[in-house]
């Protein structure tokens, strides 16, 4: 059962008696956590039937004396058992997972990892509680996770928007929430993102960043792209060189795929690029001014830096002076 359809039953007052939420994307399982705290059981009961743990601080049998406790002038409890994966002897939770009360909506969230499948608790887990595994999203699957988290705050937002928090924050899901919830506080009555939304708020320049490095790449402007690693180099906290490089790679790998496309055509090329069309102009511009043969040398370089940013056969270059050195070797050697 997907986060979504949990939040759908758990509105619909239809609730198992114990959720087990866990995996590398703590976005959805906070969610879920987030709910559960606050939105299952009404003000008024919550005071007498809420009970909140966390596994670094709580004991296996004061967890379970909770859940098997019954409700106060109300018809369930809920007792959560936060950041479960710092729990010691969490076996020990078996005998009641075998048995658990109806009226305890139990939620466990088990962060960052997943139980071992070949232990009896999980295998109990998986005949008795709802088992939610929070996944990682892909990198190619953000953009549109991005477009779709504004649009269900009410929001639209530009394509280059999207894109610049994309390349600044990556895929940690919770952050670009967090992000996306500010710029709504300060937009009020203002429902579309722009760039200068993005800048004013957030603070990524809306002139100085991957995207426009790209571009600057894609044109075979040295001197642009010089500027703006410079400007990362005097802001070292902007673009990190292990932030832009697989940024970079991103782009050059969609560009060198089209190479193997039968069909190159826009209307083809444009949900590759996620409808974008300053993403897919950078397409067309990388393909004009350096080919097929460009295209794997700026891969490789790509690489090569890739591994000297993180000091292999590198005595300790700065990230700004290895990027510079690399778009000059891209564009002139």
């Known amino acids: 059962m997907s986060a979504e359809k949990i939040l759908v039953s758990w509105r619909k007052k239809d609730f198992k008696a114990i959720y087990w939420l866990e995996g590398e994307e703590e976005y959805y399982i906070d969610m879920l956590m987030n709910y559960a705290e606050h939105q299952i059981l009404p003000e008024a009961e919550a005071s007498f039937n809420l009970a909140v743990f966390y596994g670094k601080d709580a004991e296996w049998a004061t967890v379970l004396n909770a859940c098997r ?46 139980l071992d499948k070949r232990t009896r608790l999980y295998k109990v887990l998986g005949k008795h509680a709802e088992i939610f595994t929070s996944a990682k999203i892909k990198e190619d699957k953000v953009h549109d ?52 939304d993005i800048e ?35 802001n070292p906290k902007a673009v990190p060189i292990q932030m832009a490089l697989p940024a970079l790679y991103a782009h050059f790998s969609k560009v060198y795929a089209v190479y193997g496309m039968n069909d190159k055509s826009d209307n083809v090329l444009k949900p590759f ?61």
């Open 69 to 114: 406790r019954y409700p106060m002038f109300a018809e369930r409890q809920v007792v959560l058992l936060k950041e479960a994966q710092h729990m010691k002897d969490i076996d020990k939770l078996e005998s009641y997972v075998e048995s658990p009360l109806n009226s305890t909506v139990f939620v466990v969230g088990y962060k960052a990892k997943s």
């Open 145 to 196: 996770w991005i477009s779709e988290l504004v649009k269900s705050k009410g929001y639209t937002i530009l394509p280059k928007s999207v894109s610049l928090l994309e390349e600044h924050i990556g895929n940690d899901l919770s952050r670009i929430a967090n992000e996306i919830d500010k710029l709504s506080v300060n937009l009020r009555d203002k429902k579309n993102i722009d760039e200068d």
């Open 200 to 234: 004013k708020y957030i603070g990524i320049s809306k002139e100085y960043n991957v995207f426009e490095l790209l571009a600057a790449i894609a044109k075979k402007d040295l001197a642009r792209s010089i500027q703006i690693i410079n400007y990362f180099e005097s």
């Open 273 to 333: 690029f996620y409808y974008n069309p300053n993403s897919l102009k950078q397409a067309h511009d990388m393909m004009k001014n350096y080919g097929y043969s460009g295209m794997e040398k700026l891969i490789l370089l790509l690489h090569q830096y890739n591994l000297k940013g993180v000091g292999v056969g590198d005595s300790g270059t700065s990230g700004a002076s290895l990027m510079k050195e690399m778009v000059v070797k891209m564009m002139v050697e």
